[in-house]
């Protein structure tokens, strides 16, 4: 096992060269199409590179429809990972059945890769509920808005997995504003010492709300902030599937093999606004936003697949019906009426509820019926 | 079989027999190992059950709890250690926004059966920052339990049904009273969380307290009877869920109350039993009910505390102005 006596760190290193990320991001296939080599990376095999394009499909439907149910008031709010889907589809499509995601509010698309059903998964973002679907049957904690804090919750995952002694490797997703809790370094910190199978996955897209990561920190790059904990960092291109895909499967391998933890920043951009509730225009020129538009992570996966004749019209039109069949799903599933019950909002507040919860909850239904009445 | 033993034999009793009973049971914090804590609760703890099931973490309190909530999510009974009072503070945010939360948050799917053990309150001289009396802050979050033994048979007791409880429980443990011993039998079993307790019956007026002050109302309760006047004493045990039924029933029969409590007063525990109580019992009441309770300042330097801490002779002079001149 992996705890140590005295003060011998078995794992610690004074050789830290290795711990450091590479200069540029590692890409794969460049914003045209056009592959690149890229040293010490393989490009996947085509199975799993089809897949991702069905999946990126998929989850720009789901970010175009939850947007449009904001719009019609149907959702809350929809923070949009519009943009980010590479990342989104990557982070889910290197796990095994049995390892964990541990996902931000940003990350509902990723949820629904995971096979989460799309309703349930907008179950918070629709306010019937803090979170819709069951964590321990999909392995997908619940959506984290307080930064950070759940990255200490996947290294407490993991650890268990491994105090067990099963394989289970956990995926810890954040942006590039939680780097700078306290809970990211206090996770990547434990994380390293125990050893644990955690992948932090940062999709730094470059802002937090309004503020750019210049005011995050000073680092070189996120993927810097690894060196300090012992762990690896590896920068990849965000919006690169291929690339993202090596990348993080190499690192779930890694931590499957009882290599430890390794940091992954993705380098991306949000696109659109923080939230439906936001205005970019007030912290960002919209001048900003257009390169980035032209290193859209879907069109350039297609002109690769279908240069390379992996896929066709055919192909591209079925992907795009399955993505409008989950599209009407979640227009007919996201309906007006609350999907819980007042009593819920007692009944788990403890495993059995106070006798002052239960007088209270009493209260509440002496009001509605005496309004029933009326 | 009755013995004598401190608290802290009894916790660390306590602690060993949850972790033999349960595979599922881990302990880990700061200095909980080798060294088995700086108040040795946890002594021994990592020899007989290996580096796995007792073990020393990175010094940080958030990512302890933090990581316990996982273990938790993940199938373990985490039982965590924080060195001191004002030290829980970096783990708030993990204890009111996620420990107290998940069951809630996931629709009762998940919940996170942890228990935070916390060396609390004043009395043994110790510098800043080590005195704080902190169960208010926790006390108000929904989805905590906190408990308070005020001895060594209750310690026992109570931390094996912390460690078995479903829901995350705060455990505090009154420092004062560590090294006190008394006499106590940890085979018979003590009444269950949620279950205040009379401690001693009186008829005259009814002191409620719980940990560190319930030694210094019982001492109140001898001496106002040497005085004559018969003083019953309430030990809470457990703050939340909190014993409605057994606290008013007490102040019922005598129609006189005291909340004692070393935590300042303002807005606490305290205040939520007067309030409690008064609601409940105005019409058996024969006085207002006073609160004996630290001040409303920072904790005092080590030379000063004692002009601070709940003591018998404020406790009596609170009884004694219990309006008797209308008994
Ligand atoms: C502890 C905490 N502080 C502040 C907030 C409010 N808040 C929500 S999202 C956000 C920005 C986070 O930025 P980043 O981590 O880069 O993620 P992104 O939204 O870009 O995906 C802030 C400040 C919060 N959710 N939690
Ligand atoms: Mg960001």
Redesign the pocket.
Same mark, same amino acid.
Request: proline share 11%; net charge neutral.
């Given at each position: 096992m992996f705890i140590w006596r005295g003060n011998q760190n078995p794992f610690m290193t004074r050789d830290a060269a290795h711990l450091l990320p590479s200069t540029e991001p590692v890409t794969l296939i460049d914003p045209d199409g056009h592959p690149v080599p890229c040293d010490g990376h393989e490009m996947p095999d085509p199975q799993a590179l089809v897949r991702a394009y069905a999946a990126l499909i998929t989850a720009r439907r789901f970010n175009d429809q939850a947007n449009a149910l904001v719009r019609q008031g149907r959702l809350a709010v929809y923070?949009s990972s519009h943009g980010q889907e590479a990342c989104q589809v990557a982070c889910v499509q290197v796990l095994g059945d049995g390892d964990w995601l541990f996902p931000?509010y %940003?990350d509902t698309a990723a949820i629904v890769a995971r096979g989460v059903d799309p309703v349930q998964a907008l179950t918070l973002l629709r306010g019937d509920w803090h979170s819709g679907y069951d964590p321990q049957a999909t392995r997908v904690a619940p959506q984290a808005?307080?930064?950070a804090t759940h990255l200490l919750h996947a290294v407490g995952v993991a650890h268990a997995a491994r105090l067990r002694g099963d394989d289970t490797v956990v995926m810890a997703v954040?942006?590039?504003?939680?780097t700078s809790?306290g809970d990211f370094h206090e996770a990547l910190n434990f994380a390293a010492v125990f050893r644990t199978p955690v992948v932090f996955f940062v999709?730094n897209?470059e802002?937090?709300?309004s503020v750019p990561l210049a005011r995050q920190t000073a680092a070189p790059s996120l993927a810097h902030k690894g060196i300090g904990y012992g762990i690896p960092g590896e920068r990849v291109d965000g919006n690169d599937v291929a690339a993202l895909l090596d990348v993080l499967g190499t690192a779930v391998d890694r931590a499957r093999a009882g290599e430890g933890p390794q940091l992954v920043e993705a380098h991306t951009y %949000?696109v659109q606004a923080?939230t439906n509730a936001d205005d970019p225009s007030r912290y960002r020129e919209s001048g900003e936003v257009t390169p980035w538009l032209a290193r859209d992570p879907i069109t350039r996966m297609e002109t690769y697949l279908r240069g390379r004749g992996l896929i066709g019209a055919d192909k591209i039109r079925e992907y795009g019906a399955a993505a409008d069949s989950l599209a009407a799903g979640m227009r007919a599933g996201l309906g007006d009426e609350p999907v819980a019950d007042y009593r819920e909002l007692f009944a788990y507040v403890y495993a059995e509820p106070t006798p002052q919860l239960r007088e209270q909850m009493a209260v509440v239904a002496d009001e509605l019926s005496r309004e029933e009445a009326r | 079989m009755p013995e004598k033993l401190t608290m802290a034999n009894a916790l660390n009793r306590a602690l060993r027999d949850a972790l033999r009973a349960d595979d599922s049971v881990v302990v880990f914090g700061e200095d909980v190992g080798p060294l088995g804590g700086v108040f040795r609760i946890t002594d021994g703890l990592t020899a007989e059950f290996g580096e796995q099931r007792c073990f020393d973490t990175p010094l940080a309190e958030s990512g302890i709890l933090g990581m316990a909530i996982g273990m938790a999510m993940n199938g373990m009974r985490p039982v965590v250690e924080m060195q001191f009072d004002a030290f829980a503070y970096p783990a708030f945010e993990q204890l009111v926004s996620h420990a107290a939360k998940m069951r809630n948050r996931t629709r009762g799917r998940v919940g996170v059966p942890i228990v935070v053990r916390v060396p609390y309150a004043g009395g043994i001289g110790g510098v800043e920052h080590h005195c704080d009396s902190s169960e208010a802050y926790y006390a108000h979050t929904p989805g905590l339990h906190v408990v308070a033994p005020s001895d060594p048979a209750d310690a026992y007791g109570l931390l094996r049904a912390a460690v078995e409880s479903p829901d995350p429980v705060i455990f505090l443990e009154p420092k004062k009273l560590y090294f006190s011993r008394a006499e106590a039998d940890l085979s018979t079993p003590v009444p269950p969380i949620g279950q205040a307790v009379v401690r001693r019956d009186g008829t005259d007026a009814t002191l409620i307290a719980y940990g560190p002050a319930v030694p210094v109302a019982l001492e109140a309760a001898e001496a106002a009877a040497q005085e004559g006047r018969s003083l019953q004493v309430v030990d809470l045990r457990s703050i939340v869920p909190f014993d409605d039924e057994t606290v008013c029933a007490a102040v019922r029969s005598t129609g006189r109350a005291v909340v004692v409590a070393e935590a300042a007063g303002f807005a606490s525990v305290s205040s939520e039993v007067v309030a409690r109580v008064t609601e409940r019992c105005f019409h058996s009441l024969h006085a207002p009910i006073r609160r004996v309770t630290g001040f409303d300042i920072p904790y005092p330097p080590p030379k000063l505390e004692h002009v601070h801490l709940p003591s018998v002779d404020r406790i009596l002079d609170a009884v004694d102005e219990l309006q008797w001149e209308y008994a």
């Open positions: 923070p931000t %940003r808005t307080p930064l954040c942006g590039d504003g939680a809790e999709q897209n802002y937090a709300i %949000r923080h | -």
